[in-house]
């Protein structure tokens, strides 16, 4: 069984930065493809970030260039540095793993989430 436990969500003004963090636990080989996503009141979950087994990052359109993720896998951990952020990224954030086999942005992709953590952007 695989666990993720996110921390980091906060409430910050427009233009502030956070970083979100996901200690994972638990059989971390079925961890190959690991992902962010958000859901803000009254919304879908949505995708936000991705870094498959190969090590290459997706983002959203609406937060590339402002996002960043990352994994250390020396500390069982992955990261999303949020900067230059907007009421409109407000919302709980989720972590999200599975296997390499089908790995894209899409919330049918993964089998195992988080608890959430809940960022708040004021205006």
């Known amino acids: 069984q695989v666990r993720l436990v996110e921390s980091g969500g906060d409430s910050v003004q427009t233009g502030g930065s956070l970083r979100l963090s996901c200690v994972v636990s638990?059989?971390?080989?079925?961890?190959?493809?690991m992902g962010w996503f958000r859901q803000g009141p009254g919304n879908e979950r949505e995708g936000v970030a991705l870094?498959?087994?190969?090590?290459?990052?997706l983002y959203a359109n609406s937060v590339r260039g402002r996002f960043t993720i990352s994994r250390d896998n020396a500390k069982n951990t992955l990261y999303l540095q949020m900067n230059s952020l907007k009421p409109e990224d407000s919302g709980e954030y989720y972590c999200a793993a599975d296997g390499p086999y089908w790995c894209v942005l899409q919330r049918s992709a993964f089998g195992v989430w988080g608890q959430g953590t809940q960022v708040t952007v004021a205006s």
């Open positions: 638990g059989n971390t080989g079925s961890t190959a493809c």
């Open positions: 870094l498959g087994n190969n090590g290459r990052p």
